[in-house]
T-cell receptor, first 114, second 113 residues
């Protein structure tokens, strides 16, 4: 069974640009969560999707958005990039969202904003 | 608001020694608690979770954690550490499942031969 995949793995952008990151969950998983990891702020929850609906969002500005498609694949978008958006972006999938199921992480997308 | 404190930034143990990583949480009701491990080769991985029932939970790789409500703690333990356990460990809390999880700052574990 294939694991969680994220594309691209590495990305370099300049300030003011926008970026779209993709996450393909494990087959059959309907919940996808996104996280940002930086040296300064650590790991932070971005948002969580279940069956194409955003169920929760962390404390991030509106520049951060996402969506989930009917096949459970998810994308996150960051508009008007800032230097502080440089981070490792992780996505994770699980069968549902109750926490009783195991959550699996992808390898992450490392974004560098210049 | 929920929060997690991992008081130890860095811990060094000898291979074969026992390990305990501390985690204290702040949350008004019964929390969902998690431990994650992150290593360069394996990425981020869920070690174990607690949401109800038995306060001693078993996870993967021989780890266990005990939920102590009176102390607001969820410490991670392993009886005998292996060199491959060297990694960074994160404790996390949420109000329900994987939704709006709050992570601790992590504890970096070094294992010496």
């Amino acid at each position: 069974k294939a694991g969680v995949t994220q594309t691209p793995r590495y990305l370099i952008k300049t300030r003011g640009q926008q970026v779209t990151l993709s996450c393909s969950p494990i087959s059959g998983h309907r919940s996808v969560s996104w996280y940002q990891q930086t040296p300064g702020q650590g790991l932070q929850f971005l948002f969580e999707y279940f069956s194409e609906t955003q169920r929760n969002k962390g404390n991030f500005p509106g520049r951060f958005s996402g969506r989930q498609f009917s096949n459970s694949r998810s994308e996150m978008n960051v508009s008007t990039l800032e230097l502080g958006d440089s981070a490792l972006y992780l996505c994770a999938s699980s069968l549902a969202t109750s926490g009783q199921e195991t959550q699996y992480f992808g390898p992450g997308t490392r974004l560098l904003v210049l | 608001a929920q929060s997690v404190t991992q008081p130890d930034i860095h811990i060094t143990v000898s291979e074969g020694a026992s390990l305990e990583l501390r985690c204290n949480y702040s949350y008004g009701a019964t929390p969902y608690l998690f431990w994650y491990v992150q290593s360069p080769g394996q990425g981020l991985q869920l070690l174990l979770k607690y949401f109800s029932g038995d306060t001693l939970v078993q996870g993967i790789k021989g780890f266990e954690a005990e939920f102590k409500r009176s102390q607001s703690s969820f410490n991670l333990r392993k009886p005998s550490v292996h060199w491959s356990d060297a990694a960074e460990y994160f404790c996390a809390v949420s109000s329900g499942g994987y939704q709006k999880v709050t992570f601790g700052t992590g504890t970096k574990l070094q294992v010496i031969p």
